[in-house]
């Protein structure tokens, strides 16, 4: 089964992903949405399917589980 990057919309081939909070990623767009930096599996924000940094959600949407 071959996933969508939530990141570039391209698909994700078994050999090239980077799986995080139930995604499937490149593991060169597991960055921030808003800033780019490069996000560790497992451990970023999410919202409307796009990664975010912790910085970024808490500036964009608040506190986590706050909307
Ligand atoms: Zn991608
Ligand atoms: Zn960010």
């Known amino acids: 089964m071959v996933g ?10 078994f050999g090239e ?3 995080s909070l139930g995604r499937d990623y490149h593991p ?3 960055k921030c949405f808003r800033c780019k930096r490069q996000l560790t599996a497992g451990q970023h ?8 940094c912790s910085n970024c ?4 949407f608040g506190p986590r589980g706050n909307r």
């Not at 969508?4 to 081939?13: A, D, E, L, Q, R």
């Not at 924000?45 to 975010?52: M, S, V």
């Not at 959600?57 to 964009?60: F, P, R, S």
């Open 4 to 13: 969508y990057c939530p990141t570039c919309g391209k698909p994700v081939y």
């Open 17 to 19: 992903k980077k799986r």
């Open 28 to 30: 060169l767009c597991l």
């Open 45 to 52: 924000a999410e919202y409307d399917e796009k990664p975010f």
């Open 57 to 60: 959600y808490m500036k964009l």
